[in-house]
């Protein structure tokens, strides 16, 4: 129950009522300033020597840390962050930053929503950054191996909302594994079908999110192979029967070379 705003008497009436116990949040918020001029390395000089100081305490504690992470846009300049990939940057500053947070072991949390948390809006060349994170230790994934964050619709802002779970629920739908028969693979048609639509799927997964969505997209086509190969399977097993059974018969009555052939 996050109790910001409560008076201590109405937090004491809540607690005694339902047995709770208060304790405090295994979050931290980082929130910097947005600047309209770009960071230089005075800029972060302050901020990277107040978390240099708390190294050794933050590497033993349960720790997150969510907000408008500016600085971290382009750490690592990776084509990923932006997408506008021809723009893609990295001063002494961030490459320190990006330093410190491995220092500290941060790293980003699993997450739902937009690949993109920042957009300028534009309507020539708009730009999107993966700006706002949300950054956790081992200690806690370890602590909370179920949480996860979650980016929301911006709204009136420019960049996403985040919120934290510390728990997640298995979801009503979505949530049962794909699988599929194994003997698809001895069609004839299995290969050039995986082929083609894994080739219109565009270049190589570069990283773990653009294999989950190829592999994703294999799905429609390998449902669409099973429907057409063995829907009905009962039925069509019944009408085979029917046939073979007439062709048995008619070699029965009459033993010729086609009748025969017919029944094998």
């Known amino acids: 129950m996050f109790s910001s705003g409560l008076s201590d008497q109405v937090q004491l009436n809540i607690l005694n009522r339902f047995k709770l116990r208060s304790l405090p949040l295994p979050v931290r918020y980082l929130g910097l300033p947005l600047c309209s001029k770009k ?21 033993n504690r349960h720790l997150s840390m969510a907000g408008r992470l500016q600085l971290i846009s382009s750490t690592i300049p990776d084509p990923r962050e932006s997408s506008n990939t021809t723009n893609i940057t990295s001063t002494r500053a ?27 809006h534009r309507p020539s060349d708009p730009i999107g950054k993966k700006i706002d994170r949300c950054l956790v230790n081992d200690r806690s994934q370890l602590s909370y191996p179920k949480g996860f964050c979650s980016f929301e619709p911006p709204e009136f802002s420019d960049h996403t909302p985040c919120h934290i779970w510390l728990t ?33 799927l565009g270049a190589h997964a570069k990283n773990l999110t653009s294999l989950c969505y190829k592999l994703k997209q ?20 019944q009408e085979a029967k029917v046939v073979l059974d007439s062709h048995q018969i008619q070699a029965l009555n009459l033993p010729s070379e086609d009748n025969i052939a017919l029944e094998n």
């Not at 390395?41 to 020597?49: E, G, H, I, P």
């Not at 961030?94 to 300028?120: K, R, V, Y």
Request: aromatic letters at 12%; glycine letters at 2%; charged letters at 20%.
């Open 94 to 120: 961030m490459c320190e930053f990006a330093s410190c947070l491995s220092d500290i072991g941060l790293f980003d949390l699993a997450s739902q929503g937009p690949h993109f948390t920042w957009s300028n």
């Open 218 to 237: 294999l799905k429609f086509p390998i449902k669409t192979l099973c429907k057409k190969n063995f829907s009905q399977i009962e039925r069509r097993v």
């Open 39 to 59: 960071l230089s390395v005075r800029d972060c000089d302050s901020l990277l020597a107040q978390v240099r100081r708390k190294l050794n305490c933050w590497m």
């Open 168 to 200: 997640s629920t298995r979801p009503d739908f979505g949530s049962r594994a794909f699988m599929f028969p194994s003997y698809l693979a001895n069609l004839p048609s299995f290969v050039p079908t995986i082929k083609d639509c894994w080739i219109q």
